[in-house]
């Protein structure tokens, strides 16, 4: 059973410029989260996504925008790229129940680092 | 709100001996779940453990057993027998269904294996 694939898994961008991170959820997962994760701030919800909606967004700026297809496979988007946009961007897919949090353990992926100079 | 909160920022332990990671949480909601993740250096996040709030006894998978004291609000991590390859970081993490899958994270705690 594949597991939860993201890509690139390291980039490296300028200021201003925009990056888009792609995630492919294992299969018969809806569900696919985005984190952020800093050294200063931990690791922090960004949004999520459940049959193409976003069901769930956290505490980040418009540039931060993402997207799921049919196939339940997701993207992420950051645009006008800051220094402080420089974090390992997870991935999580799950079955997305609201009802029982046992069956909504989160699978991550490896990650995609961004670096932003 | 949600809230974790991990204590120890780092720890030791010698091979073979047992060891407890600490997590508190704060949460109203009646129904959640809390979750222990494991992230070795190539930064993939590994689940471990799982303890839901109605759940009577205490969760254990392997080596992991997960305490849970609802009273105190405590969901600590217990790695028995710990082997050079539990050298990480752990997480615990809260989710509550009701807000979606949201998943609050702790700070961390970085556990080091000593020979």
């Known amino acids: 059973k594949a597991g939860v694939t993201q890509t690139p898994r390291y980039l490296i961008k300028t200021r201003g410029q925009q990056v888009t991170l792609s995630c492919s959820p294992i299969?018969?997962?809806?569900?696919v989260s985005w984190y952020q994760q800093t050294p200063g701030q931990g690791l922090q919800f960004l949004f999520e996504?459940?049959?193409?909606?976003?069901?769930n967004k956290g505490n980040f700026p418009g540039r931060f925008s993402g997207r799921q297809f049919s196939n339940s496979r997701s993207e992420m988007n950051v645009s006008t790229l800051e220094l402080g946009d420089s974090a390992l961007y997870l991935c999580?897919?799950?079955?997305?129940?609201?009802?029982?949090?046992?069956?909504?353990?989160?699978?991550f992926g490896a990650g995609s680092r961004l670096t932003v100079l | 709100a949600q809230k974790i909160t991990q204590t120890q920022p780092g720890m030791f332990v010698q091979e073979k001996e047992a060891v407890t990671l600490d997590c508190t949480y704060d949460?109203?909601?009646?129904?959640?779940?809390l979750f222990w993740y494991k992230q070795p250096s190539s930064g993939e996040m590994i689940f471990l453990i799982y303890?839901?709030?109605?759940?009577?006894q205490n969760a254990t998978e392997g080596r992991y057993s997960l305490n849970f004291q609802k009273a105190r609000k405590s969901a600590n991590l217990v790695i028995s027998a710990s082997q050079l390859g539990d050298s990480a970081m752990y997480f615990c993490?809260?989710?509550?269904?009701?807000?979606?899958?949201?998943?609050?994270f702790g700070t961390g705690t970085s556990l080091t294996v000593i020979p």
């Open positions: 999580a897919s799950s079955l997305g129940a609201r009802i029982d949090p046992g069956a909504n353990v989160l699978t």
């Open positions: 299969s018969g997962h809806r569900s």
């Open positions: 996504y459940f049959s193409e909606t976003q069901r």
């Open positions: 949460t109203s909601d009646p129904s959640y779940g």
């Open positions: 303890q839901g709030s109605y759940d009577q």
């Open positions: 993490a809260i989710g509550v269904p009701r807000y979606g899958n949201q998943f609050y």
